[in-house]
């Protein structure tokens, strides 16, 4: 039973353009939501989250929108740039317990 | 700054051999994971450690060991290796919540 589902396995997106990944999520009891950034042959970094009371959270280029009633969580990245071209992972966190559950990922890649 | 490292980078398994993969951090954290990455699946938690003498099961321990040495390392052994072992490994660590873990580069291990 994935807890946390990314239903896109990839994106094309022109350089410039948004990019908008979805995930979605069961449980209701996670408390923070996160997305991982991986380039090939390295591990995943941290790029954004968000707390379970917020419903957006900005960083640069970099924008996390969630929606509790719809167990949907969203990430824009405007605007959209070659170094982009990367898999990402939505993933959620329960305090408690402090482990991430991480979602199949998205493949971007970002055309110049 | 080496944050998480792993050994080895690459390795090659005849089924029914056995390996231990190694894991070391040193940005003084509490936690620290492993993970396993298979195409579309995500990263699948194998085990945890909580803290320093503590060891739980994740997703996915079928086959594994570990074990948390000390607070800086935390090993991965498969005693008999299978072919649905054939995957890329990730070893975590972290403390925080908002800001999720800090992965290594990965072990990327074939059975054959």
């Known amino acids: 039973d994935q807890q946390v589902k990314q239903n896109s396995p990839s994106l094309s997106v022109q350089e410039g353009r948004i990019s908008i990944l979805n995930c979605d999520y069961t449980?209701?009891?996670?408390?923070?939501f996160l997305w991982y950034k991986k380039y090939p042959a390295e591990g995943p970094t941290f790029l954004i989250s968000i707390s379970s009371i917020k419903d957006k959270n900005e960083d640069g280029r970099f924008t996390v929108f969630l929606n509790k009633s719809a167990k949907h969580l969203s990430l824009h990245i405007v605007p959209s740039q070659p170094g982009d071209s990367a898999v990402y992972f939505c993933a959620a966190l329960k305090a408690a317990g402090n482990k991430l559950t991480f979602g199949g990922g998205t493949r971007v890649l970002v055309k110049p | 700054n080496a944050g998480v490292t792993q050994t080895p980078k690459f390795q090659v398994l005849k089924t029914g051999q056995s390996m231990t993969l190694q894991c070391a951090q040193d940005?003084?954290?509490?936690?620290m994971y492993w993970y396993r990455q298979d195409p579309g699946m995500g990263l699948r938690l194998i085990y945890y450690?909580?803290?320093?003498?503590?060891?739980d099961k994740g997703e996915v321990p079928n086959g594994y060991n570990v074990s948390r040495l000390n607070k800086r390392e935390f090993s991965l052994r498969l005693e008999s290796a299978a072919p649905s072992q054939t995957s890329v490994y990730f070893c975590?660590?972290?403390?925080?919540?908002?800001?999720?873990?800090?992965f290594g580069s990965g072990t990327r291990l074939t059975v054959v």
């Open positions: 940005m003084n954290h509490n936690s």
């Open positions: 449980n209701s009891m996670f408390d923070y």
């Open positions: 450690s909580a803290s320093e003498g503590t060891t």
């Open positions: 975590a660590s972290g403390d925080g919540q908002y800001y999720g873990y800090t």
